[in-house]
């Protein structure tokens, strides 16, 4: 039998402490297998995308993501992730990869940026968080990132005005809407950057000493957040080299893989360095690991194995 989970579904079986330490984990233990990540146009203005295998060390289950992603759809993203016996290939559950993938990125996203952003700021306060495309993504990131360290302030832009102050009422933190993503790298710590954008928006004149970037949208090739000058004046942290040349920030802005200093597995794991002083720059840019959408997917699964819905396909 298949377990079906929807949206809802998965919600009730996830919270945001366990997911964060659980990608913690994952990180450290990442599977030594080369991740898969096949991408294609579509006729129109979407594009598909499957994910595999998703593995970790020690969970008897791998997975499968397939997505279609239509920039003007809400979600924007759309598909399933197949949870499989890691044994004999049996489909062991469906799950809504809108929901999975939010909370994956979000959440890896922010585990990075507290890794990765300074550790103290002046006279004792909490981080001022900058928040550059005010969608769902960003939204998850700043969860996750406030479940790690005091976040006091926060700035928003979107191309979209009025969603910069819908997201801004929505989190509940004292803040502001900024006109472009400059004024925000102006005056923010850490920078969440999440958008569909195809050209910079943020060049190396924009990043003072000190500040942390998060490039989320550069998950496709084509789509480009940070400029080469920048990414190439930074420490840049990625979670797969060969991903971020072939589809994301770095080979999207012609840098290789020279440009990566350290993976976060490299980071979480002492063979290489974050963060190395409280002035320089650093961007963590994913590009999104199979294995990540495991760490979600597996406890959704053992939380709800005897009591969720399901269906035989086999029949």
């Not at 490299?266 to 002035?279: C, F, H, I, K, S």
Request: hydrophobic fraction near 50%; charge should be negative; aromatic fraction near 4%.
């Amino acid at each position: 039998m298949t377990l079906l989970f929807t949206h809802s579904d998965i919600l009730r079986s996830l919270e945001i402490p366990a997911v964060l330490e659980a990608l913690r984990a994952g990180f450290r233990a990442a599977a030594d297998i080369e991740p898969l990540r096949i991408r294609t146009d579509l006729p129109g203005p979407g594009t598909a995308t499957a994910l595999l295998p998703g593995l970790i060390p020690g969970i008897p289950a791998y997975t499968v993501k397939v997505n279609a992603k239509f920039p003007d759809a809400t979600p924007a993203l759309r598909g399933v992730v197949c949870l499989h016996d890691l044994t004999d290939g049996s489909l062991l559950a469906l799950l809504d990869s809108s929901t999975v993938t939010a909370w994956r990125t979000g959440l890896a996203a922010a585990l990075a940026t507290d890794i990765l952003a300074p550790t103290g700021t002046a006279e004792g306060r909490g981080v001022a968080v900058g928040v550059v495309g005010a969608g769902a993504q960003a939204a998850m990131v700043l969860a996750g990132l406030a479940a790690l360290r005091r976040v006091d302030r926060l700035v928003v832009h979107d191309v979209v005005p009025a969603r910069s102050a819908e997201f801004l009422a929505q989190q509940g933190i004292p803040g502001s809407v900024a006109s472009d993503a400059r004024e925000v790298a102006a005056t923010a710590d850490v920078v969440i950057l999440a958008t569909w954008s195809r050209e910079p928006l943020l060049t190396a004149a924009d990043a003072r000493p000190g500040l942390h970037l998060t490039t989320l949208g550069a998950d496709e090739p084509g789509k480009i957040e940070l400029s080469a000058d920048l990414l190439a004046a930074a420490r840049v942290i990625v979670d797969d080299r060969a991903l971020a040349v072939r589809m994301g920030a770095l080979g999207n802005v012609n840098l290789g893989v020279d440009a990566a200093h350290a993976t976060l597995t490299d980071v979480l794991t002492g063979v290489a360095p974050g963060r190395r002083t409280p002035e320089e720059v650093t961007v963590y840019a994913p590009v999104g690991l199979p294995w990540q959408d495991l760490a979600i997917a597996w406890p959704v699964y053992r939380a709800a194995a005897d009591h969720g819905r399901s269906i035989d396909f086999l029949s």
